[in-house]
Structures are given as C-alpha cells and as structure tokens.
C-alpha cells in the first residue's frame, strides 16, 4: 500500500470514529455541539442561540444573520437524534416542517429560516433524502399528508387538532423547499467548523499548527513590543537604537530581533490555528499558564530589559505549557511572551 493510499485510509478510519461518536451523543450534547459547530461555520452570524428545550417552537440551534434575529434573515438547525440505530424518517421530518409554519403563523418568529438544516448524525432515510433532493416533491408531500402527520403530531398537549389552514397553506406554498437541507456524522465531523465543537464535545485534539515566518516588512500588530525591544537592545548597548531597522542591520542585536520576530509570528499562527479548531477556553486557559509561568521571573530585578528578556525567553522554552494536553512548539512558547508583551500585559520595557 502506497503512503498516500495508507494516509487516506488512517484518515478515514477516524472519520468513521468519529463519526460512530457522535451518533451517540445525548440530546443535550448533541445540541452544545451544533451549537459551537454554527458559531465556527463561517456564515458571519450576528448571533448563535440554543433553543432545543420543552417548548422550542421548532428551533434546537438558530444563526442569525442580521441584529434583526428573528426579524431578519436567519438559519434554523434542527438537531434529530435518533436511538437503535435508526435515521431520521419522513413523517417525524414532515411533523418538524410542519411546527415551523405553525409556530411561524402563531409569532413566535416573524420571518420564516432561509436555511432549514435537519441535523440528523444517523443519517436520513431514503425517502426522506430523495424529497430533500426534489424540493417541489417535499413541499407537495407537507401539503397532501398534513392531516397524516401534522394534524394531531405538532402540539404536545393531547386532543388539540393543527387543521391546514388556507393561511398555513398560503405559507408553505410561498416557501423555498430548497432552502431544506440535511447533515449526517460523516459530513459533519469532516467539516471545517466542527474542529471547536469536536475539542469541547468530544475531546478530539487538533493537529500541530503550522510553523509560523515573520514577514520581511514590519507588521503593524507587532509594533508595540518591537518597540520595547529596540529600547531594551539600546539599554545593552548604552547607545540608543533611533529606529527598529538599526537593529536589524546590528551584527549583534539584529540576528536576536530576528529570532524574537520569528517568535512572534509562531505564536500568532498558533493562536488563529487554535481559534479556528478548538474551544476558546483551551487558547485562553494556555495563554495563562505561559503567564504565570514567566511571570515571576520577569519580575525578578534584571540589570538591563534584554537580560530580562533573554531570562524569560530561556525559561518560556523550557516550561511544559500545553494546549488541549499536548506540549506547544517551544518557539510558540516563548512568541506567547511577545504577545503579552504587545497587550501591556507584560512589558520588556516600562
């Protein structure tokens, strides 16, 4: 077996693991992680709200494009886990449709979703998949098998009848079954925006971040603390640096600037890798051990800020800081530094 047919068969070998574990998520996860999944999948969503409880109104999980929420444009993720095995089926589908027009008609949102998304991890069945294929058919069927499904399947108290009326008519007739889609496990967990929810939910690690390079030209993100090092390197001197790019052109000093810079950039593609595929709370809670691991060093009494610097550095590369459980490059570890060092939190310089 060649390494890329390999590579592709271990790959898919955890999706389908994966993809196993989520089927057996509860309720409740299973909506946390549609949640954070909605939050990270890139549609620019004014907000993200879980609403699956007793009295949803047919919402588990809904994006809103706009600060008018409901009121606007707006994205509705229907969460149906399904136990023994079995997918989502057409009347349990039908009966979901119909509490959207139902409840869309009663106020409780002004606007109807212009994406309808059945989050369904064990998949759907056939003859529910072939009309979300056929918008046409999926609105016909709503329609000629209301009373089958919807006349007494959409309110929860017994005995209470939800007719199709020729306003509720009116209402799906006006609406666009194409907007309807459906996600199961495999696509789910191999898409982009699963890496927070897969983190959180079900404590997948992401891979290693990739190497970061510090461009050519100064960056304005990196102003603040290259500053503070032109000052510390023209304290070591005793001569001041008028500029960052003479120290740069320092055979002593510039080649560290360098490093420092190279630094820099690892930490930055450390934190945007890390934003993009684990939960906020992982990148935060890393930042604070890099924190409270050099803090006290840094504020020992140093003869110059670039002894400091170089004590801090040294320790930074040697601390087993790590995120998710998984030790960070070195370099991350001490770029982490500059990065306070560029938010005031802890300056090379005062």
């Known amino acids: 077996m060649s390494g890329h047919v390999a590579w592709h068969s271990f790959r898919n070998r955890i999706v389908i693991s994966l993809a196993i574990r989520l089927k057996e998520l509860d309720d409740e996860d299973l909506e946390e992680f549609i949640e954070l ?143 309807i889609e459906y996600l199961a496990s495999p696509g789910i967990v191999k898409h982009a925006a699963a890496g927070p929810a897969l983190t959180k939910v079900l ?42 790019e003479a120290v740069l052109s320092d055979s002593e000093f510039g080649p560290d600037l360098g490093d420092q810079r190279t630094r820099f950039f690892e930490a930055s593609v450390f934190k945007r890798f890390h934003r993009d595929n684990t939960h906020p709370a992982a990148l935060a809670a890393f930042e604070t051990e890099i924190y409270h691991g050099v803090i006290g060093l840094h504020r020992r009494r140093h003869p110059t800020g670039f002894e400091r610097l170089c004590a801090v550095m040294d320790h930074a590369s040697i601390m087993p800081a790590a995120i998710g459980g998984k030790l960070a490059r070195g370099p991350v570890r001490q770029g982490v530094c500059h990065h306070l060092a560029n938010e005031g939190t802890m300056k090379w310089m005062p």
């Open 203 to 244: 404590g997948v690690l992401p891979g290693d971040a990739p190497a970061g390079v510090a461009p050519v030209a100064l960056q304005p993100e990196e102003i603040r603390y290259i500053d503070q090092l032109r000052r510390a390197y023209g304290e070591a001197r005793g001569a001041t640096f008028a500029t960052v």
């Open 37 to 179: 999944f909605a939050d990270r999948i890139g549609r620019n969503y004014h907000g993200v709200y879980r609403m699956g409880q007793a009295n949803d109104k047919g919402r588990d999980v809904v994006g809103f494009m706009t600060s008018a929420k409901h009121e606007g444009p707006w994205h509705l993720y229907q969460c149906k886990r399904k136990t023994k095995g079995s997918a989502l089926g057409l009347p349990e589908a039908l009966v979901e449709l119909g509490k959207l027009f139902h409840h869309h008609l009663g106020g409780a949102y002004a606007t109807l979703p212009t994406e309808y998304i059945f989050v369904a991890p064990r998949g759907v069945a056939g003859p529910l998949r072939d009309l979300i294929l056929n918008p046409s058919k999926l609105k016909a069927k709503l329609l000629d098998e209301w009373d089958d499904h919807c006349l007494k399947g959409i309110t929860a108290r017994g005995g209470i009848k939800t007719p199709l009326t020729p306003q509720l008519r009116a209402a799906i007739e006006g609406y666009d079954f194409g907007q």
